[in-house]
């Protein structure tokens, strides 16, 4: 597949487990971003890598945790989430310096 | 940090019409602003966009205009065809330690009744 992936599509878990969003670039991109849509909410901004560093962590409680191993994998590891952390995620890329944005089909995850 | 707001939330347009979605901003330093859809279901896509030395670019049905000094710019939909029923964002990007930091609006849901 090409352009911006993610897995899994759909998860459910329970606020005491532990699992992996995983998002993976095909297009040459060296900036990676985590965002995540609520109904009714803009889309807001997580944690950005700029050349495999991170550069943006938006105040996102540390029951969220980024690693972006190399420019192309990006994974967003999960742990004692809330309900209210339910939610579309969404990785997208980019060129740094580039505005335009490429995004993922997202993760729709709902916490019990 | 910036702040984009969009207006309207919701829109319907009788097919054929033009649908206008319009967004400010805050920031001055903000230097391109993309537009994307994102259909039920589906991830947001880019549709149009413009930098902040442009005033206005168009590409078919679609039109974006800019005014740096109100710091507004909007998204115009001509001959609206029931396909452009979607939620729309715009959004205000500027260079922040090296990469662009993108701030969306709320979106607005468009739907274009046949």
């Known amino acids: 597949e090409t352009g911006v992936t993610q897995t899994p599509r759909h998860l459910v878990m329970g606020m005491t487990n532990k699992k992996s969003l995983k998002c993976e670039q095909h297009?040459?991109?060296?900036?990676m971003y985590w965002y995540k849509q609520s109904a009714k909410k803009p889309l807001e901004l997580m944690f950005v890598?700029?050349?495999?560093?991170?550069?943006e962590n938006n105040s996102v409680p540390s029951r969220f945790s980024p690693e972006c191993p190399n420019s192309s994998h990006l994974f967003l590891h999960l742990h004692t989430l809330q309900p209210e952390d339910s939610a579309l995620y969404l990785c997208?890329?980019?060129?740094?310096?580039?505005?335009?944005?490429?995004f993922g089909p997202g993760t729709r995850l709902t916490v019990t | 940090g910036e702040n984009v707001e969009q207006h309207p939330s919701t829109l319907s347009v009788q097919e054929g019409d033009s649908a206008v979605i319009k967004c400010t901003y805050s920031?001055?330093?903000?230097?391109?602003f993309p537009w994307y859809k994102q259909e039920l279901g589906k991830r947001p896509q880019l549709i149009i966009d413009?930098?902040?030395?442009?005033g206005e670019k168009k590409d078919q049905r679609i039109a974006v205009t800019l005014n740096k000094t109100a710091k507004h710019f909007s998204l115009h939909i001509t001959e609206t065809q029931p396909e452009d029923s979607a939620v729309y964002f715009c959004?205000?990007?500027?260079?922040?330690?090296?990469?662009?930091?993108?701030?969306f609006g709320t979106g607005t849901k468009l739907q274009v009744i046949p």
């Open positions: 413009i930098r902040s030395n442009v």
């Open positions: 920031d001055s330093a903000s230097n391109y």
């Open positions: 959004a205000a990007s500027m260079n922040s330690g090296g990469y662009q930091k993108v701030t």
């Open positions: 297009l040459g991109h060296n900036a």
């Open positions: 890598y700029s050349l495999e560093e991170r550069v």
């Open positions: 997208a890329s980019s060129v740094v310096g580039v505005g335009e944005q490429y």
